[in-house]
């Protein structure tokens, strides 16, 4: 989606704020003992008090309002009365959702309570690595670049990226072009970000696999070697200058 109108940025920009807030407040309602159906729960019901909708229900039939991934689970995670959150945990949650014909798309990893599995350092990688890449971002800017900022800053960390999953463009629905927002650098990739164009950037960042295979559910993503993956995702309008972070009362960066 490019912006055009003022009526365009107003849309964006609400349907922005309410996964943001939803994602802020699903983290914190978050706590040992509660199963990640209550918790999409919670956040569903948010999403309809807001005059908003579940973007991967809509768009994908998905099995929950939103994706809540769990340790060993990269992304799509199913909600389920069966996964109890436990202290420590590493935990994903995606919220995406539609209001009056614009979309919009975030999530954030986090450590559940007390960091007793050493998760808090892939975590705080994910979220510097992705506010370092939109940083850079502007209109006329090879996407491939990102990809390679990402992809080099993980290395320096000593973790890899996931290489099939990408960020997307977004606005008059879910996915829309670009759809190779990847977190590392194609070579043949020589599309720009375009000025006032809408996207959903976001990091998938690893200590061990490189590629996200798809369970025998035909939802839930691991990795092909294992490990664990800490994803972070803002929309954003791309400016001449730096980025407007539409979802920022998420609070992923803070």
């Known amino acids: 989606m ?5 009526t365009e940025l107003a849309g964006i920009q609400e349907i922005s704020n309410c996964v943001a807030l939803v994602l802020k407040a699903m983290r914190e309602y978050c706590k040992p003992g509660i199963t990640t159906y209550q918790l999409d729960e919670y ?3 948010m999403l309809a008090d807001m005059g908003a909708k579940s973007a991967p229900k809509l768009t994908y039939g998905f099995p929950g309002y939103t994706c809540i991934s769990i340790n060993n689970v990269i992304a799509h995670g199913i909600p389920s009365a069966n996964v109890v959150l436990n202290e420590g945990d590493l935990v994903n949650i995606d919220v995406s959702a539609e209001k009056d014909g614009y979309w919009a798309d975030n ?3 986090f450590v559940l309570g007390n960091d007793i599995n050493n998760h808090q350092a892939l975590v705080t990688a994910s979220q510097e690595i992705l506010q370092n890449a939109l940083s850079q971002i502007r209109g006329g800017i090879k996407i491939a670049d990102i990809g390679k900022l990402i992809e080099t800053q993980a290395a320096k960390r000593g973790y890899r990226v996931i290489k099939n ?6 606005g008059r629905s879910l996915h829309e072009e670009p759809h190779d927002i990847l977190n590392y650098y194609e070579r043949s990739n020589t599309a720009r970000f375009k000025k006032n164009s809408v996207v959903a950037v976001e990091t998938f960042i690893s200590t061990q ?4 295979n798809t369970g025998a559910d035909q939802w839930t993503l691991t990795g092909d070697k294992g490990g664990y993956v800490a994803q972070h995702e803002h929309t954003i309008i ?6 407007i972070i539409l979802t920022q009362a998420n609070g992923i960066f803070a």
Do not use: C, F
């Not at 999953?165 to 977004?170: C, D, N, Q, S, Y």
């Not at 696999?209 to 996200?212: P, Q």
């Not at 791309?238 to 980025?243: C, D, K, L, Q």
């Open 2 to 6: 490019s912006i055009t109108s003022d």
């Open 43 to 45: 956040g569903g019901n």
């Open 107 to 109: 999530g954030g990893s």
């Open 165 to 170: 999953l990408a960020g997307h463009g977004v």
């Open 209 to 212: 696999s490189t590629w996200a």
């Open 238 to 243: 791309v400016t001449s200058g730096e980025p």
